[in-house]
């Protein structure tokens, strides 16, 4: 080595140390990154109305086909379609003519037997005629008062009368047509629209489960008077009478494994008409310590099971699965893995996983009123 290299080389050897110097004191002076700050919400058990939303179609309260029970031609139609109709008013005159002769012959033949039956019965006291010939006389007297009753009948029929009371259809028939006695097709159809009711159909799986939760006391009912019952229209808007509970079915549709619930429905103003498509907002009980979890602090695994993350009582970070049935609003309804006073993370999730030790604030990115609970609730710890 040439002594002119020499000094070069010390020069750059103690350039590198003065680096590597620097370098150690910038880490050493560098300082601990603080615990990060997350939002979280004190779960509280709140009062829930459980209630289940189930797809439903409207029927008439009574449907009565209007049909002759007597053979003629159609003299006049008495109602509007579309109208109201009430119980007894007459809807069709069909021709009475044949009845009318029918109705006076029999009527005839009736005062001729029983004027003889009278006169028998006072000759069978004198013996003036055998005890046999009143009894025929009798006899054919009974026999004229029935033929009377049923040609009375008959033209009674011609006469055809709204057998309920409520909305009348499209009439099938005019004036003119010939109609009978047992005919398949009605003449017309009467509908009672108010009161009505609503079929909706309900899973077997969901009566269970609510019957087993009836039973062991995490559910109330609802009341003793039968579940209310509220409905959403096809447009999404509420109806704004209330309804109750009727029966539900004894049998199983095994082809969809549901039951058939049948609600009525008051209806003054026949807004709801048969054959409607509705939503029936059946109320199935109370839970007096539900667990309401703000949706921004619940997520999904890979598998797509909810969980969460709580904060415990040493500030650290855990994470928790879940079980949530439905959504309440902008609330997660959760029957497992969440419990009242858990400090539920819904603001900062990005930035912790499960062990961490974190900073704790009131969350800002929920509800008003889940908010002034999880202040609350600070306060108290």
Known sequence: MSFKSAPTALLTAIALATVLLSGCEKQVEQPQQANPQVGVVTLQPQAFAQTSELPGRTSAFRIAEVRPQVNGIILKRLFTEGSEVKAGQQLYQIDPATYQATFKSAQAAFMSAQSLAGRYKVLVADRAVSKQEYDEAEAARLRDQAALDSAQINLRYTKVLAPISGRIGRSAVSEGALVNNGQADAMAVIQQLDPIYVDVTQSTKDILRLRKELASGQLQKAGSHG???????????????????EFAEVSVDSGTGSVILRAVFPNPGHELLPGMFVHAQLL??????????PQQGVTRDLKGQPTALVVNDQNVVELRQLQAERTVGDQWLVTSGLQAGDRLITEGLQFVHPG???????????????????TNAAQDR
């Open 284 to 293: 199935e009980g109370l839970n007096k310590q539900a667990i309401l979890a």
């Open 356 to 374: 961490s030790e974190v900073k704790v604030v009131a969350a800002s990115n929920v509800s008003v009123a889940v908010q002034a609970n999880a």
């Open 227 to 245: 579940a209310k019952v509220k409905l959403k229209l096809e447009d999404g808007s509420s109806y704004a009478h209330e309804g109750t509970l």
